[in-house]
Each structure stands twice: as C-alpha cells, then as structure tokens.
T-cell receptor, first 113, second 116 residues
C-alpha cells in the first residue's frame, strides 16, 4: 500500500535559519508529489508540486523541493525562513491509477522571530 | 471565484446522534474528496467521487460513515451513531479531475466535529 512518511513532526527554527523537511513515500509506480501548507486558521493550500521533468521544483514563497527517485524522497527546503512561515506542512503523493492523494502526518514548523 | 465551502464550520453532537456535513465544491470540478484530519494523525482519505463513476469508498472507517454527491455537485458526508473517536476536522476538496490526469486539489475550511 502507498504510504508517506514525514520524519520531523515538530520543528522550531529562528528566523533566517535554513529549513529542510523530510518526506519519503512508498510506491513503485509513477507518482506525482505535492507539498501543501496550512497556515494558522487558514485552508490547506498548495505549496509546490512535481509531475515530471526537472526534479528540483520551485514553489511559492521561496520554497523548493527535490525529487530523488532512487531514495523515494521529496524533501522540502527553504534557505532562510521567516516568522510568517510558521505553519503545518504536509507532503502528499498522488497515484494516477487510483486517483487518491495520500498525505503524510504533517510537520509543524514554528519560526521564532 | 468562490472556493470550496463547507458547512457547518463547527458541530458539537452527543454520542450516538447522527450528523451530516456538507461540501460545495468549486463549480466545474468533477472530482470531490473527503478527508479526516485528527490531531497528530495527518489527513486520512475517506472517499472520493469522480464524475458519474461509482465512488471510491475504500477509506471509510466503518459502515457508520456514508457519503453521497447529488447532481455531480454538492456532497454530504453522514456519520451515524457518532462515537467520540469520530471527533476530528472533516475536510472536503475538489479538483478538475482525478484518475488518469493529475490536478491540484482545492481544500475547503473544514468542519470541526466534536462528539461529547
């Protein structure tokens, strides 16, 4: 069965620190990968996505993620976080066979000003 | 344009009662999804509808849960004989399509269900 694992459940950083959130998935077929973000009191919204092509994907607000097929990973990165990046981050994998989006457990990021 | 809307935003119910949660997807979106978000559990897939196809109910946790989508638009998630472990935020999402082609899912604000 497909699954998504996010290694960090709660991350606390100071402003300007670099961020990397881990995401690994288990699925042998073609996958499409997403990172969603949920800011406090707001809806889940798409941060970035990978369908094909360049494995380094750039999203909104300076975030990027790298798809490494051999490692079944899709880690999220940002060189310098801001207080406004405080949110919960979800990695998700979509199977075109089933149409389902499977989410990881989420990582809560707290950025201290 | 209007996004995905859900109602009610909050629902408190007594154990054993039935509840109905409503989702209005974005106009023109053929795929509709229900998820459950529990504290520390991430998002759990429940069910999805794609056009006129039979829904994928594989994520429903028990036969107390059911959902329907009328006219290919509005969807209702029903939980019968609610239990305390049903307490969670129920999220609805819609997209232009589902299987075969990948589209972004747009999420609603959720319904926070509390079973006392």
């Amino acid at each position: 069965a497909q699954s998504v694992s996010q290694h960090n459940h709660h991350v606390i950083l100071s402003e300007a620190a670099s961020l990397e959130l881990g995401c690994n998935y288990s699925y042998g077929g073609t996958v499409n990968l997403f990172w969603y973000v949920q800011y406090p009191g707001q809806h889940l919204q798409l941060l970035l996505k990978y369908f094909s092509g360049d494995p380094l994907v750039k999203g909104i607000k300076g975030f990027e993620a790298e798809f490494i097929k051999s490692k079944f990973s899709f880690n999220l990165r940002k060189p310098s976080v801001q207080w406004s990046d405080t949110a919960e981050y979800f990695c998700a994998v979509h199977s075109s066979n089933t149409g389902k989006l499977i989410f990881g457990q989420g990582t809560t990021l707290q950025v201290k000003p | 344009g209007a996004g995905v809307s859900q109602s009610p935003s909050n629902k408190v119910t007594e154990k054993g009662k039935d509840v109905e949660l409503r989702c209005d997807p974005i106009s023109g979106h053929t795929a509709l999804y229900w998820y459950r978000q529990s504290l520390g559990q991430g998002l759990e897939f429940l069910i999805y509808f794609q056009g006129n196809s039979a829904p994928d109910k594989s994520g429903l946790p028990s036969d107390r849960f059911s959902a329907e989508r009328t006219g290919g638009s509005v969807s209702t998630l029903t939980i019968q004989r609610t239990q305390q472990e049903d307490s969670a935020v129920y999220l609805c999402a819609s997209s232009l399509g589902a299987s075969g082609t990948v589209y972004e899912q747009y999420f609603g604000p959720g319904t926070r269900l509390t079973v006392t």
